[in-house]
């Protein structure tokens, strides 16, 4: 059977911009049908006529900017996956379509970058079969935040000697705002020299000006509406988050892992349950539905969420956070953190260290009850020689528990 090609459609004003993009892609041309326009209406007028899925497009053109057409595309076609090229001096463009978005790209743009960004979003796509679930979560502008959280940000902003410490204290503490200023920072946009592993790091590095633009102007963030997400206040999925941050955190610290594997199974122990977030706040029905299998059919949370959704919040937050340009290591642990025997490896991976971080505060906020370390898979750590390891990383998890409840 003929594998269908991918249809990426290229937006810039300049003709010989899209022409070098034309020459430098030809070696995709097997692989992806390639459209070109040289202006955000003309893109529109293509997008009527076939279906794309992927758009590329220029931040500032006459007449309607990137910006502009990239919020249209949001709207009118949210399967697609949305790609910024922008200058250096096109911040306040950058900052418009910062909800709309899914990654940025510096122009010129490095041609290696934007071949290996387009393989990348296309094999996402490939990989995730749930079309309902694909357009949900690019439709996605605003993840929301814990209310309290949100409302000290506010605060604090506010402030005329307004501290950045302070903000990046608050961010660091909530999945939401450090998600989408983590995707920020590490865009080619702002060149950093590497991978920004640390939201209290990435906010520092983006400024008070940004962040306010982001959180007063823009509207980038909100703060959490709901009553709870499957029964639980959002409070207790952003407790559970932070505990396994620090779980794996000192686990990989424990192993000698080094500080990048550190950074990124920190990021990946906040971020792993991001899927719960976005199922409850942009999917309310299905959430409930899910709900009440947990509570009628006694159901795991994964089983619960196939049934109604055909996918998992591991698999929902991971497609997202892999549009978003995180790392694949970090993907690959939040998609797999409850099955990862389907991503057997040879060595301790950031997901090992996530899959059994989690499990242990699982079973260590179960008042120890669960004998079979909650959902730690047993068959899995043997198939790695590490189960001798466990009884080590356990009191680790407990000194992290402790400290929160301190």
Not at 132 to 161: A, G, N, Q, W
Not at 202 to 215: E, H, K, M, N, P
């Amino acid at each position: 059977m003929t594998e269908v090609k991918i249809n990426v459609i290229f937006v810039d004003d300049e003709p010989k911009v899209l022409d070098g993009i034309r020459r430098m892609l030809r070696p995709m041309r097997h692989e992806w049908t390639m459209h070109f326009a040289n202006s955000g209406q003309e893109a529109l007028n293509q997008l009527e006529s076939a279906e794309f899925d992927v758009i590329v497009s220029d931040m500032r053109m006459p007449g309607m900017s990137g910006s502009e057409l990239l919020n249209i595309v949001q709207e009118k076609y949210p399967h697609m996956v949305r790609i910024a090229l922008s200058g250096q001096a096109e911040k306040e463009q950058i900052l418009r379509a910062v909800g709309s978005v899914h990654q940025y790209l510096s122009k010129p743009c490095d041609p290696e970058r934007l071949k290996s960004s387009l393989v990348r979003s296309c094999a996402l796509r490939n990989l995730f079969k749930s079309e309902e679930v694909k357009s949900v979560v690019s439709l996605i502008k605003i993840l929301p935040s814990m209310p309290d959280l949100y409302t000290r940000l506010i605060d604090e902003l506010s402030l005329p000697d307004a501290q950045i410490k302070n903000v990046a204290r608050i961010i660091s503490q909530d999945v939401a705002m450090s998600a989408k200023v983590m995707q920020l920072v590490n865009s080619a946009f702002f060149g950093m020299p590497r991978h920004v592993s640390s939201p209290d790091e990435a906010v520092r590095l983006l400024g008070l000006d940004i962040i306010q633009s982001l959180v007063l102007t823009v509207h980038v963030f909100g703060q959490y509406e709901g009553e709870n997400i499957y029964g639980h206040p959002i409070s207790e999925l952003l407790d559970h988050s932070l505990k396994v941050s620090g779980c794996a955190k000192l686990i990989a610290k424990k192993e000698k892992l080094g500080s990048k594997f550190m950074d990124d199974v920190t990021i990946a122990g906040l971020l792993h349950d991001l899927g719960k977030l976005i199922i409850a706040s942009n999917m309310k029905e299905h959430g409930a539905d899910i709900k009440q299998l947990l509570n009628q059919d006694g159901m795991n949370t994964t089983d619960a969420e196939r049934q109604v959704l055909g996918t998992s919040h591991a698999e929902i937050g991971g497609y997202l956070l892999g549009l978003w340009g995180f790392p694949d290591s970090v993907v690959e642990a939040i998609v797999f953190h409850h099955e990862p025997n389907v991503m057997l490896h040879d060595e301790l991976t950031i997901l090992t260290v996530l899959h059994v971080a989690n499990a242990l505060v699982v079973k260590a906020m179960d008042n120890g009850q669960n004998v079979h370390y909650g959902e730690l898979d047993m068959s899995y750590m043997s198939t790695l020689g590490l189960e001798d390891k466990i009884e080590a990383w356990q009191p680790i998890c407990d000194e992290v528990i402790n400290q929160e409840a301190g």
